[in-house]
């Protein structure tokens, strides 16, 4: 059986698709340039707050990713509802919709919301800051930023780590930046008939000449040990995190030097080793 179209049906049909187009499409267009721009203007007021911020000297780094996160994905909110509204749709019965689809992305996405919380805590309580050394995890590297969802952190081999908040949050952590001073201690083994009160006294000296170890706690120097006719002297002194690098890898050198400047083959060091103290060690926090 043939079926014949009417031709003032399909004439119908599209006098009212094209009412329709003429009708929507505008609202579409309109929809769509203000999706575009508003998320242009977005990026860049995220960008501008938080270059205002960093110019102002008042904010402290650390905040500053997140502010500028925040005013973006604040706007970015308002243009997708404004977006919406000019296609029509009533944002009203839409927020009760997106309430319970943000439920289930929620559930969906309990990790994801476990990075930001972890984020709002360690922002909170501020562990560590921009600038720091840290060891947490496995790994280790000066925080470059913390965001919402991840702290960017770089190695001192010039590698660029990608640490999400939870794994963060959620594991020991060791801060090298944020106490005023770190210890170093070294062992000077020295023929144990040499003048040791002297060789005692040489370590100090050398400390309180070089102004990178701090005046307080004093450097303190200490007879270790007795052994095959050798004595071990330790030398303990505190110095500033910003120079404890260099000041440790030129410090067994500047020993020797300053030993053999005496003159003395019995206060000739036989052997100078840098110790790292274990957290088991309890000295290593006490002030004499």
């Not at 990026?43 to 973006?72: E, H, I």
């Not at 562990?127 to 952190?153: M, N, Q, W």
């Not at 170093?184 to 400390?207: N, Y």
């Amino acid at each position: 059986m043939n079926t014949v179209l009417d031709p003032q049906k399909l004439t119908g049909f599209g006098e009212m698709a094209w009412a329709w187009a003429f009708a929507f499409l505008p609202q579409l267009a309109v929809a769509l340039a203000i999706l575009i721009i508003g998320t242009l203007v977005a990026g860049w007021a995220g960008n501008l707050v938080r270059s205002l911020a960093a110019r102002s000297g008042r904010v402290d780094p650390t905040l500053l990713p997140v502010f500028g996160t925040v005013v973006r994905y604040g706007i970015t909110i308002l243009v997708i509802v404004a977006a919406l509204g000019q296609l029509g749709i009533q944002t009203a019965s839409l927020l009760a919709v997106l309430g319970a689809a943000g439920l289930a992305i929620g559930l969906a996405l309990q990790g994801t919301l476990t990075n930001i919380s972890a984020g709002i805590m360690l922002l909170w309580l501020r562990p560590f800051k921009v600038g720091d050394y840290i060891e947490v995890g496995g790994i280790s590297g000066t925080v470059r930023e913390i965001g919402l969802f991840a702290c960017h952190i770089d190695t001192l081999d010039g590698l660029f780590l990608f640490a999400p908040n939870a794994a963060i949050w959620n594991t020991a952590l060791r801060n090298y930046s944020r106490n005023p001073g770190r210890l170093i201690v070294l062992q000077v083994k020295l023929p144990a008939k040499g003048d040791l009160a002297r060789a005692q006294s040489l370590l100090k000296d050398m400390a309180a000449a070089d102004p990178r170890f701090l005046a307080t706690p004093a450097p303190a120097a200490h007879i270790e040990a007795y052994a095959d006719g050798n004595a071990v002297i330790s030398f303990r002194a505190w110095a500033a995190h910003a120079t404890v690098g260099a000041l440790q890898r030129g410090l067994i050198d500047a020993v020797r030097q300053k030993f053999e400047a005496e003159a003395v083959p019995d206060l000739v060091p036989l052997q100078v080793t840098r110790l790292l103290p274990t957290d088991a060690d309890p000295t290593r926090l006490i002030e004499e």
